[in-house]
């Protein structure tokens, strides 16, 4: 299985970024994807997380009403769109994936997911 997140960047307050994940080796409709990230000196944290039909989302507080979470099963990708991007979202943004089984509701647990991207930067810019 593979994750390649792409679509990082230098970007300044208030703009846009999208961030994808490319998925191989896994059955998508078994899967939830998450996104996750890290910035400097601090823990990992839950950001964004997306059922296996994509029907269901779920956001940390900090990024609900900016960030949007999809999936196109049909390109085995996961998307995340970030809007009026602040500098406190610079970070390592990681795609993660967990058999939906196991996720269940715990969608924001890192636990949960098996595989993971090698991550993708993010910078904002004041």
């Known amino acids: 299985v593979q994750l390649q997140a792409s679509g990082g960047g230098l970007v300044q307050a208030g703009g846009s970024l999208r961030l994808s994940c490319a998925a191989s080796?896994?059955?998508?409709?078994?899967?939830?994807f998450a996104w996750f990230r890290q910035a400097p000196g601090k823990e990992r944290e839950f950001v964004a997380a997306i059922n296996w039909g994509g029907i269901r989302t779920y956001y940390a507080d900090s990024v609900k009403g900016r960030f949007t979470i999809s999936r196109n099963n049909a390109k085995n990708t996961v998307y995340l769109q970030m809007n009026t991007l602040k500098p406190e979202d610079t970070a390592v943004y990681y795609c993660?994936?967990?058999?939906?089984?196991?996720?269940?509701?715990?969608?924001?647990?890192?636990?949960?997911?098996?595989?993971w991207g090698q991550g993708t930067l993010v910078t904002v810019s004041s």
């Open positions: 080796g896994l059955k998508m409709i078994n899967h939830a």
């Open positions: 993660a994936a967990g058999r939906s089984a196991e996720v269940g509701t715990y969608y924001y647990s890192a636990k949960k997911y098996d595989y």
